[in-house]
């Protein structure tokens, strides 16, 4: 999706918070989308968020 596209980018470029805006955009557009829920894994862990970050990562082998 481009919203998850557009954070990638961000991402990229070093600037986790908004790429994490973007993430969780995307993942609010589609729950089941667990590229979203990576990368917003990903932008907690760099942000020092890191039981966030377990947290997020978890979510997707929940829904299975």
Do not use: H, R
Not at 7 to 27: H, P, R, T, V, W
Not at 31 to 49: E, Q, R, T, V
Request: aromatic share 12%; proline share 3%.
């Amino acid at each position: 999706t481009k919203l998850l596209n557009d954070g990638i980018e961000l991402y990229s470029m070093g600037q986790n918070k908004e790429a994490l805006g973007k993430f969780k955009d995307a993942a609010t557009k589609d729950p089941s989308n667990w590229k979203a829920m990576f990368y917003i894994s990903l932008a907690n862990y760099d942000l020092n968020f890191y039981s966030l970050s377990l947290s997020v990562c978890s979510l997707p082998i929940m829904m299975k």
